[in-house]
């Protein structure tokens, strides 16, 4: 029979892995300031699925990696604007990315329609996008030999686009800006 006095023993003993614990947790929920923070603007992504753009297609014994963000400042709220405290703003733009991961072009829906102070929202995308960098996309070809052993025989870089939803808005007095990207790598 286990007594209340055992009972506060054995919750003695695990307290130092629950305070271990409570404080791994509070120090994943603090977020670090990365060397792109800035007072005006914060960027974050997450997939984005658009139908129009085809896919690499891989053959058997073909596998790709990379074609993920390396280098991503965020964008700045244009700063003629900041006064106006305008409601959200949306720009859709393809990131066209060269075989090295440097972005190449930025393909920017409806620039050509888009009036005086939208162009000011592009703009801000296209300045900031065209730092962006990217583990290049690389397919590599796997075969196996006799012993059933796999190694790679070959392997080459390619081109990608993505694309991404950037938004501009405020929240708590400041204006921020978020991108939203794709997570397929299309030719």
Same mark, same amino acid.
């Given at each position: 029979m286990?007594?209340a006095?055992a009972?506060?023993?054995?919750?003695?003993?695990?307290?130092?892995?629950?305070?271990?614990?409570?404080?791994?947790?509070a120090?994943?929920c603090?977020?670090?300031?990365g060397?792109?923070?800035?007072?005006?603007?914060?960027t974050?992504?997450?997939?984005?699925?658009?139908g129009d753009?085809?896919?690499?297609?891989?053959?058997l014994?073909?596998?790709?990696?990379g074609? @993920?963000?390396?280098?991503?400042?965020?964008?700045?709220y244009?700063?003629?604007?900041?006064?106006?405290?305008l409601?959200p703003q949306?720009v859709?733009?393809?990131?066209?990315?060269?075989?090295q991961?440097?972005?190449?072009?930025?393909?920017?829906?409806?620039?050509?329609?888009?009036?005086?102070?939208?162009?000011?929202f592009?703009?801000?995308?296209?300045a900031?996008?065209?730092?962006?960098t990217f583990?290049p996309?690389?397919?590599?070809?796997w075969?196996a030999?006799a012993?059933?052993n796999t190694?790679e025989?070959?392997?080459q870089?390619?081109?990608f686009?993505?694309?991404?939803v950037?938004?501009?808005?405020w929240?708590?007095?400041?204006? @921020?800006?978020?991108?939203?990207?794709?997570?397929?790598?299309?030719?």
């Amino acid at each position: 029979m286990r007594t209340a006095h055992a009972d506060f023993r054995v919750l003695c003993r695990g307290w130092p892995m629950g305070l271990a614990a409570a404080m791994l947790a509070a120090c994943a929920c603090v977020p670090a300031a990365g060397p792109h923070a800035t007072t005006e603007s914060d960027t974050s992504y997450r997939a984005v699925a658009k139908g129009d753009l085809k896919h690499y297609e891989l053959a058997l014994g073909e596998v790709s990696t990379g074609a @993920v963000p390396a280098e991503h400042p965020a964008p700045a709220y244009p700063p003629s604007l900041l006064g106006q405290r305008l409601p959200p703003q949306e720009v859709e733009a393809r990131l066209v990315v060269d075989e090295q991961g440097r972005v190449s072009e930025v393909r920017i829906e409806d620039e050509a329609q888009a009036d005086a102070r939208t162009r000011l929202f592009d703009e801000a995308v296209r300045a900031t996008a065209m730092q962006w960098t990217f583990e290049p996309l690389r397919i590599s070809q796997w075969a196996a030999d006799a012993d059933g052993n796999t190694h790679e025989v070959g392997s080459q870089t390619r081109p990608f686009s993505l694309d991404y939803v950037f938004r501009f808005a405020w929240r708590d007095g400041r204006p @921020v800006a978020d991108a939203s990207a794709s997570g397929r790598a299309t030719p």
